[in-house]
């Protein structure tokens, strides 16, 4: 191994790590110099069973798809078959926003760099395990309310990606999956990759996805996520991505072979839309708070490490259960790549820590600072639901007049059905989405879903002046890229 970077200390930094965030499983390559310097696998593909987790091990690697997605689309330029520049509706007539003057001056640049003027994880009710197609995804577009000016400010989304993925099979006559398979996965010998459920399903070697349920780490389903596919449904391998990272250290390069040009390389990680640069409190970790530049590329964060003078490029990926991060450091022809078969930062600490060891940084002293303030994270989350319920009181109505349709703009009907005094609230699209209902306080009800990843919420019901229930508010927290507040259902007549 590189002199700079010893196996045995990457070793006992991952089985810490394994420990102190309760991570199952963790798998981790390096590249330097366009080889791969190190790759291995850690803990258990899943809880209570006896398969460890190797470098072969395939995660989903959920946003960092996105990357592929940006990278397709150059090669595409590269060829002439598209500009950045070219309207979305050039290629995809019937895409719409809410907003007229957006939607006309879209280009194929505009889906990649989050400035939409859309909410932050916005139609994220639309695809989240849902049983819609990507143009139907894409059709729940225009109704989604703008929260900002288009160009004006970063706001982070999956739907707009989708959009992007599907110019692919407008301009090439191949889908998505197959573009990325044959000119991506298929030259880089990644060969454990895929960019669907079912081709992952058929792999034996896959880290299972856990989720801390009422205070125990459990394993859940994997999820599928092939609707929103070019944002988020990469499945692959340690060692895969290390050839990945090669492949874009080496601007294009790869065994011999150019598979974009230098030019695509230049686009694909210059900055486009600039992030604010948060506070930053002595517990913090420091080096990942930029001092001068924190942006979005297309398809890739861009921030400076001010101890370092070097820029970060990367990306994460968070899908249930499951986190991943691809990090790239160009002037030290440096590649990371962590994934993790557990919630929280372990990705994030992990890299961190092979980077101190890369700079010969043997100070500590953070990692105990940010362990501390995740275990308290937690607790504030358990808490947080406890606080908010008020005592002594009942509903205005009997449970009967609760029970109807509701319409949502954005997702369609959501039924809310009483069985033998039992209240149940079911999204029309989306089999996870169905909760029983328990009286909380006044109009709110507690929301119990079935499926044990969706975390508790509320749902108040809103009366008009007579009694009678004209809509529904959903306290929701955020699930992932999902957010509640969006859907806006008011009671059909």
Do not use: C
Request: proline share 5%; glycine share 6%.
């Amino acid at each position: 191994m590189n002199e700079q970077i010893s196996s045995r200390a990457v070793d006992q930094r991952a089985v810490q790590i394994l420990n102190d965030y309760q991570v199952p499983g963790l798998a981790l390559s390096i590249v330097k110099d366009d080889a791969l310097l190190f790759a291995k696998g850690y803990g258990l593909r899943a809880l209570g069973s006896t398969h460890p987790v190797d470098a072969h091990t395939r995660f989903g690697i959920a946003s960092i798809s996105k990357s592929f997605t940006a990278l397709a689309l150059g090669m595409l330029v590269d060829e002439g078959r598209l500009n950045w520049s070219d309207p979305v509706t050039k290629h995809i007539p019937s895409f719409k926003l809410q907003d007229a003057f957006a939607s006309r001056e879209f280009t194929v640049r505009d889906l990649l760099v989050h400035h939409s003027g859309l909410p932050e994880i916005a139609g994220g009710t639309l695809w989240y395990g849902s049983n819609l197609s990507r143009d139907q995804v894409i059709a729940g577009l225009q109704h989604l309310k703008p929260v900002s000016s288009f160009r004006s400010e970063f706001a982070y989304q999956n739907i707009l990606y989708l959009v992007a993925g599907q110019i692919i099979p407008a301009v090439s006559g191949h889908s998505w999956d197959d573009f990325v398979q044959e000119r991506v996965f298929s030259p880089l010998g990644m060969d454990n990759s895929s960019t669907s459920i079912k081709a992952h399903n058929e792999n034996d070697n896959i880290a299972q996805p856990h989720i801390e349920i009422a205070g125990e780490l459990r394993t859940v389903a994997l999820r599928s996520y092939d609707n929103v596919g070019p944002a988020a449904s990469i499945n692959t391998t340690a060692v895969d991505l290390a050839a990945y990272a090669r492949l874009l250290l080496n601007q294009g390069l790869f065994a011999g072979q150019q598979l974009y040009s230098p030019q695509i390389a230049r686009d694909l990680w210059t900055p486009q839309t600039l992030i604010p640069i948060a506070g930053q409190s002595p517990s913090e970790l420091a080096y990942f708070t930029p001092h001068y530049l924190h942006a979005y590329a297309l398809g890739w964060r861009l921030q400076d490490i001010p101890s370092r003078s070097r820029i970060k490029i990367s990306h994460s990926g968070g899908i249930d259960g499951l986190r991943s991060l691809l990090t790239l450091i160009p002037d030290e022809n440096l590649g990371i790549v962590a994934l993790a078969n557990n919630e929280g930062p372990a990705p994030e600490i992990m890299t961190k820590r092979i980077l101190d060891q890369y700079w010969g940084d043997n100070n500590d002293t953070w990692y105990h600072e940010v362990l501390s303030d995740y275990k308290q994270m937690l607790d504030n989350r358990k808490q947080e639901m406890r606080k908010k319920r008020i005592s002594g009181t009942a509903p205005s109505l009997p449970h009967s007049q609760y029970a109807g349709r509701f319409h949502s703009k954005l997702i369609g009907d959501i039924e809310i059905e009483l069985d033998q005094d039992q209240l149940t609230l079911h999204f029309p699209h989306t089999p996870s989405f169905s909760a029983q209902l328990t009286h909380w306080h006044y109009d709110t009800f507690h929301l119990n879903w079935q499926d044990p990843v969706v975390p508790d919420g509320l749902v108040t019901f809103i009366l008009d002046s007579k009694g009678h229930v004209t809509e529904i508010r959903l306290d929701q927290p955020n699930l992932l890229d999902v957010d509640f507040s969006e859907i806006h259902p008011l009671k059909r007549r």
